[in-house]
Each structure stands twice: as structure tokens, then as C-alpha cells.
């Protein structure tokens, strides 16, 4: 089973920056898209971005759109999400999971393996 490890989070100023990682179980993430996923308290988890394993394509909710950038690192088995010009609206546990699907997934149901979430906290 596909395991995976969030890491990077913490309390950040509005406008700064933050670097997440998602650390993977498995030697390479050849056979699955990743994304990001956030959840504020009170609120439904929603899609942040995702990163095709097919071509590397990238797609972002609107709200992060300019801010959010996520890669991927293969041979680290990593994904990364550099959160830049952070609003204390992004404040919420994120969480990466992987998909099977080659691009474009933004739907929770649509994606298989899941990790436990870290927290990113923005003050004004």
C-alpha cells in the first residue's frame, strides 16, 4: 500500500512563504498523479493542486492560482507545494494524496492512497 508523509508545515506571517513536502513509501511515483488537498476547521476538504505523473502538467483551485507552485522530485519520491504570498485563508490541514487518474483530478473520490495532514497556520 501506498504510504504517504506530509512535512514542512507551521505558522507563517501573511505574504511569507512556506515549502510542504509529501514524502511517498514506494521508490518512484511513476504510476500516480499527486495532489493537495486542504481542510480549515468547520469546512469541507477541498482541492488545493496536482501534478500529472504522465507529463508533469500542473493544475490549482482559483484561490491559489499565482501563489502555488507543486513539483515533483521522482527520484526523491517527493512532491512538493511552495506556498508563496500566503492569506490567512490558506490557514487549514493539508494533506497530499495520489491518483491513478493521468490529469485534471480535483475531486476527493477521486484519489486512492491519502496522508495524515499537517497544519499551516497564516496570521495577518
Known amino acids: 500500500q501506498v504510504q504517504l508523509v506530509e512535512s514542512g508545515g507551521g505558522s507563517a506571517q501573511a505574504g511569507d512563504s512556506l515549502r510542504l513536502s509529501c514524502a511517498a513509501s514506494?521508490?518512484?511515483?511513476?504510476?500516480?498523479?499527486i495532489g493537495w488537498f486542504r481542510q480549515a476547521p468547520g469546512k469541507e476538504r477541498q482541492f488545493v493542486a496536482g501534478i500529472s505523473w504522465l507529463v508533469s502538467s500542473t493544475w490549482y483551485a482559483d484561490s491559489v492560482k499565482g501563489r502555488f507552485t507543486i513539483s515533483r522530485d521522482n527520484a526523491r519520491n517527493t512532491v512538493f507545494l511552495q506556498m508563496s504570498n500566503l492569506k490567512p485563508e490558506d490557514t487549514a490541514v493539508y494533506s497530499c494524496a495520489a491518483t491513478r487518474t493521468a490529469y485534471g483530478e480535483v475531486d476527493v473520490t477521486g484519489y486512492n492512497y491519502w496522508g495524515q495532514g499537517i497544519q499551516v497556520t497564516v496570521f495577518s
Open positions: 514506494e521508490r518512484t511515483f511513476s504510476d500516480y498523479s
